[in-house]
């Protein structure tokens, strides 16, 4: 385990649960409840275990990070019930919960200080996921309960914030202490090796994620 004060720690589960509550606000399903909940539960025994850290690994365990939840979207995006769960999806609510990365920024900003992220996952290095926060709630209320902005324009949002969420994500592995490590050797992502922050690439990155591709679903559809 890593030493990190207790109320990061803290933050870091807050902030899973208010993401995860952000999607059954937007689904209402309790069948996409219970999957995100087991996806929870795995990857935070996953990261408890220590049994991510091993850098020398072969095959690198860092995948099994974000394998429960590929599973989940892939059952969300390509099964009959998961499809007919989107469909029913609150396309604002979706979009407020974006919002979530405003916070989770300010926590990778508190992560490098305590030396367990490296800079460039910071908003002060590469990372500009904290715009796609800051800008969420504009999107939610004048594009989709005002309706003033158009179509065309919120799929560029959400194209532009998967992008930047996306270049997160790369960073992060090619960060992390493993043998596909190439960047940051100085101050490695060690922190989502395990728990809590573990959950940011498990539960928290693939709820936003799966935000961008239900919106990008949705209003591509329409468009046919």
């Known amino acids: 385990m890593i030493e990190t004060p207790i109320w990061l720690n803290l933050v870091f589960i807050m902030l899973t649960f208010l993401s995860?509550?952000?999607?059954?606000?937007?689904?209402?399903?309790?069948?996409?409840?219970?999957?995100?909940?087991?996806?929870?539960?795995?990857?935070?025994?996953?990261?408890?275990s220590g049994f991510l850290y091993a850098p020398d690994a072969f095959p690198p365990r860092i995948p099994l990070i974000i394998l429960p939840a590929i599973l989940f979207m892939l059952w969300l995006f390509v099964?009959?019930?998961?499809?007919?769960?989107?469909?029913?999806?609150?396309m604002a609510k979706t979009t407020y919960v974006h919002s979530i990365r405003i916070p989770v920024e300010l926590g990778i900003l508190a992560l490098f200080n305590f030396g367990f992220m490296p800079e460039s996952m910071t908003f002060e290095g590469h990372n500009f996921?904290?715009?796609?926060?800051?800008?969420?709630?504009?999107?939610?209320?004048?594009?989709?309960?005002?309706k003033?902005?158009?179509?065309?324009?919120?799929?560029?949002?959400n194209t532009v914030c998967l992008g930047l969420l996306i270049q997160v994500v790369v960073t992060g592995i090619l960060s992390a202490p493993t043998i596909l490590q190439q960047i940051d050797f100085d101050q490695p992502?060690?922190?989502?090796?395990?728990?809590?922050?573990?959950?940011?690439?498990?539960?928290?990155?693939?709820i936003v994620m799966i935000g961008h591709l239900a919106a990008l679903r949705r209003l591509l559809k329409s468009e046919n």
Do not use: C, H
């Open 148 to 157: 003033y902005l158009k179509r065309s324009f919120i799929i560029i949002w």
């Open 79 to 90: 099964s009959k019930t998961g499809k007919a769960a989107l469909n029913e999806m609150d």
């Open 189 to 206: 992502n060690v922190a989502v090796l395990y728990f809590p922050f573990i959950w940011l690439p498990a539960v928290i990155v693939p």
């Open 129 to 146: 996921d904290i715009l796609s926060g800051l800008s969420a709630p504009f999107v939610a209320y004048f594009g989709y309960t005002k």
């Open 20 to 48: 995860i509550y952000g999607l059954f606000a937007s689904f209402r399903n309790y069948q996409v409840l219970f999957w995100v909940l087991i996806v929870t539960v795995v990857s935070g025994f996953i990261g408890y």
